[in-house]
Nanobody, 116 residues
Framework: QVQLVESGGGLVQPGGSLRLSCVAS????????MDWYRQAAGKERELVAT???????HYADSVKGRFTISRDIPKITVYLQMNSLKPEDTAVYYC??????????WGKGTLVTVSS
């Protein structure tokens, strides 16, 4: 089993920044990729950013140039630096880990609210 704990969400004004963190722990596992998803009220969950085991990154068009995904391998932690936040970025943000065993693990989410 793998446990994921997200942190760093909160209330921020438009144009502000936040950094989300997701720490993975548990029994031995091999990570293929780590993702950040988000789900706004009344909408489907959407993929925001991905970082692969090789370090490649991918972003949704809506966050390109504003969000940056990174990782700390020894700490098994993935980060999402969010800059120039907009009200439409308001959502619950979830961390996802994809393993070589083809099992996905999810965190419980952290709420980001962008409002003046």
């Amino acid at each position: 089993q793998v446990q994921l704990v997200e942190s760093g969400g909160g209330l921020v004004q438009p144009g502000g920044s936040l950094r989300l963190s997701c720490v993975a722990s548990g029994s031995s596992f091999s990570i293929v990729a780590m993702d950040w998803y988000r789900q706004a009220a009344g909408k489907e969950r959407e993929l925001v950013a991905t970082i692969t085991s090789g370090g490649s990154t991918h972003y949704a068009d809506s966050v390109k140039g504003r969000f940056t995904i990174s990782r700390d391998i020894p700490k098994i932690t993935v980060y999402l630096q969010m800059n120039s936040l907009k009200p439409e970025d308001t959502a619950v943000y979830y961390c996802n880990v994809r393993t070589r065993a083809r099992i996905d693990y999810w965190g419980k989410g952290t709420l980001v609210t962008v409002s003046s």
